[in-house]
């Protein structure tokens, strides 16, 4: 008689939501926020993520044009042997251009015509930034601000936010660290609030829809401006 073969378990692993408050940009608690699980409640995975920002950076990498050498095959001239094959005494050459020779190539040398960039799936780039947005969650290196605004480009205020942001459980470098304190992704452009924070070199400020994995892993804070909205942005990207 047959053993009967147990039933393969076709359901689709459910992904639980969390939940986090929510401040307001003086720095008190406004409410609690539902996060969508498929975005910050994802297991940390470490191959998919250096995969991930290794591509994205030699994506971003370009050829310089100042860094540039000849090989064999770029060098003027070298077209005619230097002497026969046989009968001469001395080595065998077929060009005066050859990497051994005075004048001759570069091997190796560096070459602004070089291609580093990598292909890397959309599902894979979706994939890699729920991890780390997971994982910054989890270490508590994410603040959801209710709403931030300037009615003109003005420092000062912007200091004075950061100071009250600072006063806040868990984010006290945000003012002390002196580089990559925090990325701050708005809902949607705002010139104002980008040119308020723009003399502060620890600070880097952009709209969500425009976040990647590098620049959630350059900075140790991640503050996510009028969360409902800018969520929203995502769930396309984890459905």
Known sequence: MAKATPKKNTEKKVIEALSAPVYTSAGKEAGTIALPGALFNVAWNNDLVRQVALGMQSNARAGNGLAH?????EVRGGGKKPWKQKGTGQARHGSSRSPIWKGGGVTHGPNANKDYSKRIPKSMRAKALAVVLSQKLREGEVIFIDSISFKAPKTAEARTML???????GFEMITSKKTNAVFIALSQNDENTKRSFGNFGNVEVDELRNLNVVDALSSKYLLIENPEASLKLFEPKTK
């Open 69 to 73: 050498t000849k090989g064999r095959g």
């Open 163 to 169: 100071k009250t942001f600072a006063g806040i459980k």
